[in-house]
């Protein structure tokens, strides 16, 4: 079945700790992103990747980093995570080559306390 | 980003039809898609436009005028499980592909 997988779905933390996000899709697209969606703002990207070891900023890309060694993930970190960033998180992916829609991951709800 | 704007809320009876509105400003236009979204779960798909004019889909229908920068998605015989949010992104193609949304429309349904 294709799809994209996140984890965690539900993450409490502490300021400060370091976290990853995984998101791994298995229809070998080469475009992924990350999303952040907050209440009355939409979803608002982070970073997206082009194929591998091609990352690039979206708006919002203060306070993350992301890696792209395989095609298959795009795990987020947050090195110091802070308040701030308590947010819903999405990972999507898609084709580039062809009209097809995006995938989209379960989301993670991150809570930073 | 791109500039991309929906209504934030609307509201519509069941049964009735409601058309939500998208306009947007972008370069290297390469399709709009529609999704729907209940609190707290991921986006779904509804539908995809690259040319103009209409597309449909059971009671979901979306068109596109790519001249004027607009589309719409038209719900018919509302029911109170379309209570959701409408979410209009558009693909573009600038050198990167990369996907654009709006800050979504918050549909309620009313009895």
């Known amino acids: 079945e294709a799809q994209v997988t996140q984890n965690p779905r539900y993450l409490i933390t502490v300021t400060g700790k370091k976290l990853t996000v995984t998101c791994s899709q298995n229809?070998?697209?080469?475009?992924m992103s990350w999303y952040r969606q907050d209440p009355g703002l939409g979803l608002r990207q982070i970073y997206y990747?082009?194929?591998?070891?091609?990352?690039d900023k979206g708006d919002v890309p203060e306070g993350y980093k992301v890696s792209r060694k395989e095609k298959r993930n795009f795990p987020l970190i947050l090195e110091s995570p802070s308040p701030n960033q308590t947010s819903l998180y999405f990972c999507?992916?898609?084709?580039?080559?062809?009209?097809?829609?995006?995938?989209f991951g379960q989301g993670t709800r991150l809570t930073v306390v | 980003g791109q500039n991309i704007d929906q209504p934030t809320e609307m509201t519509a009876t069941e049964g009735a039809i409601v058309q939500i509105n998208c306009t947007y400003q972008?370069?290297?236009?390469?399709?709009l898609f529609w999704y729907q979204q209940h609190a707290g779960e991921a986006p779904t798909f509804l539908s995809y436009?690259?040319?103009?004019g209409l597309e449909e889909k059971g009671r979901f229908s979306s068109f596109l005028s790519r001249s004027k920068g607009y589309s719409y998605l038209l719900l018919k015989e509302l029911q109170m499980k379309d209570s959701a949010s409408y979410l209009c992104?558009?693909?573009?193609?600038?050198?990167?592909?990369?996907?654009?949304f709006g800050t979504g429309t918050r549909l309620t349904v009313i009895p």
């Open positions: 229809m070998n697209h080469e475009y």
């Open positions: 992104a558009v693909r573009v193609v600038t050198g990167a592909n990369n996907l654009f």
């Open positions: 999507a992916s898609f084709s580039i080559s062809g009209a097809t829609r995006a995938f």
């Open positions: 972008t370069s290297g236009f390469n399709g």
């Open positions: 990747s082009m194929n591998v070891e091609v990352t």
């Open positions: 436009n690259v040319l103009d």
